[in-house]
Nanobody, 127 residues
Framework: QARPVESGGGSVQTGGSLKLSCEVS????????MGWFRRQAPGEEREEIA???????TASYADSVQGRFTISLDGNILYLQLNGLKPGDTAMYYC?????????????????????WGQGTQVTVSA
């Protein structure tokens, strides 16, 4: 099973922007619902920050990123546009796909239902 591959992380100053990408090679199986998670420090739990349903494009966001981040899906590539970055957004960002079970558009899948994970891409925001 091929895993998603993220790219686009980097270091920016407060207020800056980045665009993360995630390519999935087997998207016909993985594309039902995809999401972005982040882990702000080793040992901490991953936070689901955005997810999107391919069937109708319905997207949902965590309160912490609502209005600043935008998730989108184009073919086999998942994107996350990060605007208005803050030091608190510093984290390893992970792409997740291949949701087990069925969810209605707008539902938030459990982290454990995502079966395919990327290796992560680091985002660092300096003051």
């Amino acid at each position: 099973q091929a895993r998603p591959v993220e790219s686009g992380g980097g270091s920016v100053q407060t207020g800056g922007s980045l665009k993360l990408s995630c390519e999935v090679s087997d998207y016909t199986r993985m594309d039902y619902c995809m999401g972005w998670f982040r882990r702000q420090a080793p040992g901490e739990e991953r936070e689901e920050i955005a997810d999107i349903y391919r069937r109708d494009g319905t997207a949902s966001y965590a309160d912490s990123v609502q209005g600043r981040f935008t998730i989108s899906l184009d073919g086999n590539i998942l994107y996350l546009q990060l605007n208005g970055l803050k030091p608190g957004d510093t984290a390893m960002y992970y792409c997740a796909a291949d949701v087990a079970g069925y969810y209605y558009s707008g539902d938030t899948p459990r982290e454990t239902d995502f079966r395919a994970w990327g290796q992560g891409t680091q985002v660092t925001v300096s003051a």
